[in-house]
């Protein structure tokens, strides 16, 4: 558990050996949490982009490719991995004093499709995560998404191996809707899946504001 300085520092007629933990339970400071889902291909890299940033220890369910599992898991192009998301990662990361969020890695097979739907309830937005080598990969995500009017930005994992690609090209590709963030990451990196996160919170943020004042626009004008 992470503590924050400057919750207990600096308050006015706040004594200083207040307990942090009681702090963030009084209401003024509680943390704003919100809910970013993280998706993409099968290897694509959510796990470790999960637990890369998450200030807790992510829970993660994993098991064991079966014989089974790997008959339908396409495991080709992906280095030496054996254990595969079944049901979902979870972390979370404070992006600034008062805002959290919470971090579910969805699951990357087509088999588990029915738990997005669950998932996505009150998302403010998603990482679809993709790997240039398997560009494919991610459109069931894109795809979803954008039927589904919930914000994204694509962040492209930047395996060593592969060719790099500019994020303009990548958007062409994907074939995004104008305005989607595309950011080059490395989703082993804390600070870089702390900027795609913020880069999501940012755009996610500018998209339900305009939302908003569309939705308000006409009442608005014939008050
Ligand atoms: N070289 C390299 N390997 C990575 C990177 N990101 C993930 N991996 C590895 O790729 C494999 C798949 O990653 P994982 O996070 O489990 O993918 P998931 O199926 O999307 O959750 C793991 O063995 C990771 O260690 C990366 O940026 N570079
Ligand atoms: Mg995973």
């Known amino acids: ?30 943390a704003l949490a919100l809910k970013i ?14 637990g890369a940033v998450s200030e807790i220890r992510p829970l993660r369910t994993e098991e064991q490719l079966s014989e089974a599992g790997e008959l339908i898991d396409d495991t080709g192009g992906v280095d030496q991995k054996t254990t ?9 990361i404070t992006i600034r004093s008062g805002l959290s969020l919470y971090l579910f890695g969805t ?9 997005w739907d669950e998932l996505s309830q009150g998302a403010l937005g ?14 069931p995500a894109v795809d979803y998404f954008e039927h589904r009017r919930i914000p994204f ?6 395996f060593s191996e592969a060719r790099r690609y500019g994020a303009h090209d990548v958007s062409r590709a994907l074939d995004l809707e104008q305005g989607t963030p595309v950011v080059l990451c490395d989703a082993r990196d804390k600070d870089s ?17 305009a939302r908003l004042l569309e939705s308000v626009g006409p009442q608005a004008g014939s008050v």
């Open 84 to 92: 595969t998301t079944v049901a979902m990662d979870f972390g979370r």
């Open 153 to 158: 930005v694509v962040a492209v994992n930047c």
């Open 107 to 115: 699951p990357g097979q087509d088999r588990f499709w029915f738990l």
């Open 37 to 50: 889902l993280v998706a993409g291909g099968f290897g694509v890299g959510k796990t470790t982009l999960v």
């Open 1 to 30: 558990m992470e503590h924050h300085d400057n919750r207990t520092s600096g308050q006015p007629g706040e004594a200083l050996d207040t307990d942090p933990e009681t702090v963030e339970e009084d209401g003024e400071l509680a």
């Open 126 to 139: 998603a990482v679809v995560l993709a790997d240039t080598r398997r560009l494919e990969d991610c459109f």
């Open 193 to 209: 899946g702390k900027e795609v996160l913020i880069r999501l919170v940012e755009y996610a943020g500018r998209v339900h504001t």
